[in-house]
């Protein structure tokens, strides 16, 4: 199966995962006078199942980024995204202000990078986040994993 197959794989297993969870969080007590709508038994089983196939795909597309040295492509991009979180929250506004706790007079703030500096280097960030996630792109249409998905009967 190619990679970009693989990751659609990961996102429904999942969701698979997270809703084996939450009945299994949510039907392991019944009144002793009711039958057990699941077997917690089945539903632990079958979460576990469902975690061994999501770690394989994710053992094997790692593998396949490592091997082709996309993994350190993989990680800018995470690095990227916090520095853009962090780039969220820097104050851009200069001036003067006249509110403080400690004194009436108006204080002058002044900023080493402004708004539209700030959002240029946002735009650049956001840019080569989005050329190396075309190159993952396709990457993941034209390379291979191992993994099969079984035919559903």
């Given at each position: 199966?190619?990679?970009?197959?693989?990751?659609?794989?990961?996102?429904k297993l999942k969701?698979?995962?997270s809703?084996?969870?939450?009945?299994?969080?949510?039907?392991?007590?019944?009144?002793?006078?009711?039958t057990?709508?699941?077997?917690?038994?089945e539903?632990?089983k079958?979460y576990?199942?469902?975690?061994?196939?999501?770690?394989?795909?994710k053992?094997?597309?790692?593998?396949a980024n490592?091997?082709?040295?996309?993994y350190k492509?993989?990680?800018?991009?995470?690095?990227?995204?916090?520095?853009?979180?962090?780039?969220?929250?820097?104050?851009?506004?200069?001036?003067?202000?006249?509110?403080?706790?400690?004194?009436?007079?108006?204080?002058e703030?002044?900023?080493q990078?402004?708004?539209?500096?700030?959002?240029?280097?946002?735009?650049?960030i956001?840019?080569e986040?989005?050329?190396?996630?075309?190159?993952?792109?396709?990457?993941?249409a034209?390379?291979?994993?191992?993994y099969k998905?079984?035919?559903?009967?």
């Amino acid at each position: 199966m190619k990679i970009s197959k693989g990751l659609k794989e990961l996102k429904k297993l999942k969701n698979k995962a997270s809703t084996l969870s939450s009945k299994i969080q949510r039907h392991n007590k019944t009144m002793s006078l009711n039958t057990p709508q699941y077997s917690m038994t089945e539903l632990i089983k079958e979460y576990h199942e469902t975690l061994d196939t999501i770690l394989t795909i994710k053992t094997q597309i790692m593998e396949a980024n490592v091997a082709s040295g996309n993994y350190k492509a993989i990680l800018r991009i995470s690095e990227l995204k916090g520095l853009l979180r962090a780039f969220g929250s820097v104050d851009t506004e200069g001036g003067f202000d006249e509110r403080t706790m400690y004194s009436t007079e108006k204080i002058e703030y002044k900023v080493q990078i402004d708004t539209k500096q700030m959002e240029v280097l946002k735009k650049e960030i956001e840019e080569e986040i989005e050329t190396i996630l075309d190159t993952l792109d396709e990457f993941n249409a034209k390379t291979s994993i191992e993994y099969k998905v079984e035919a559903k009967a």
